[in-house]
């Protein structure tokens, strides 16, 4: 059997039936490439100075991938980032890198990184203690304030405490539960609204307004957010070019808000979801993702 003329590509997840997986694969298919869902779970690596191997379910040696997608779930960035890294050392080119997976779940050094390259975040504090509670609520402007677990994510682990006591109890709650966790200002002027900003290879490819449910100050889709395609500013643009740059990712979800005095950066989330961006905007995002593994890899689709 002769090879398509075009790459192989595998996409390296969890589910294949989720909306973002089956549109990359359908993208791949429409530009030509060989596309194939590779479950993490059903990897396993060999680790070998000379010759390393990533071995699949059923002892079938996965030696001819041109390119890997990886789409990993918090739950797993342990283990996807391992299998991501070892494509990487095979020489296979990943779309994004495990270490730039791995700085970006960590929402306390990814935020380290973000302001030392200039952005705006909402001032946010974290502490070890649950002595320093008090103070901790107070340098970022007292109650209301949000409570975010640094390994939450599509609004997991994200609370909103009204009041001063309802914040020491949150925060007391989860300390002694040794959970890492982050304190950060309430920002009542974003009227539950955050703009989703899609980047691919340093460019905005397309822009959504997310708002929260009734009732609810999280705007995420998967809590029940509505999205609508909006115009971003140039700074809006710039913060979320420089957000994905600085965490070396190829592709991201950059999350921003409008505070009194101009945008802020909530976060950058490196497996964002394509469902919300995509049927708000009507654009193919998922093919823009392929076009950017072509143009990192030098492909040129060859004349039939």
């Known amino acids: 059997m002769t090879r398509p003329t075009g790459l192989k590509i595998g996409l390296l997840a969890s589910n294949p039936d989720l909306y973002s997986n089956t ?3 359908e993208a791949g298919q429409e530009h030509g490439h060989e596309m194939e869902f590779l479950n993490l779970k059903d990897c396993y690596i060999k680790l070998d100075g000379k010759n390393p191997e990533m071995h699949y379910r059923g002892g079938r040696v996965l ?23 070892h494509f990487e050392a095979m020489g296979v ?17 990814a935020l380290q990184l973000l302001i ?13 203690s649950p002595l320093d ?34 914040a020491e109890s949150l925060i007391n709650a989860f300390k002694s539960l040794r959970a890492n966790i982050l304190v950060q200002e309430f920002v009542k002027e974003a009227d539950g609204k955050d703009i989703r900003c899609f980047v691919v290879n340093g460019k905005v490819v397309a822009s959504i307004m ?17 999205a609508s395609i909006t115009k971003i500013t140039a700074e809006e643009r710039r913060i979320a070019i ?10 991201a979800g ?25 049927g708000a905007s009507n654009k193919d995002i998922a093919g823009k993702m392929i076009e950017a593994v072509e143009r990192d890899l030098k492909y040129h689709k060859r004349a039939i």
């Open 116 to 128: 030392n390259n200039g952005l705006p975040i909402p001032t946010t504090g974290f502490a070890n």
């Open 93 to 109: 080119y990943t779309l994004n890198s495990a270490s730039a997976i791995t700085q970006s779940r960590d929402k306390l050094y």
């Open 23 to 25: 549109r990359i694969m």
């Open 254 to 278: 950059v999350d921003i808000i409008r505070g009194k005095n101009g945008p802020l950066l909530l976060e950058v989330n490196s497996s964002p979801g394509l469902e919300g961006v995509e």
């Open 133 to 166: 509670t008090n103070e901790l609520i107070q340098m970022v402007g007292g109650a209301p304030l949000i409570v975010k677990l640094l390994e939450g994510t599509q609004g997991k682990g994200v609370v909103l405490a009204e009041t001063k006591k309802a």
């Open 210 to 226: 997310r708002t929260a449910a009734p009732g609810e100050f999280r705007a995420n889709i998967h809590m029940g957010g509505t």
């Open 63 to 85: 030696n001819e991938f041109d390119a890997i997608i990886p789409r990993i779930r918090p739950s797993a960035t342990f283990y996807g980032c391992a299998l991501t890294r």
């Open 242 to 251: 420089l957000a994905a740059k600085t965490l070396n990712l190829k592709v």
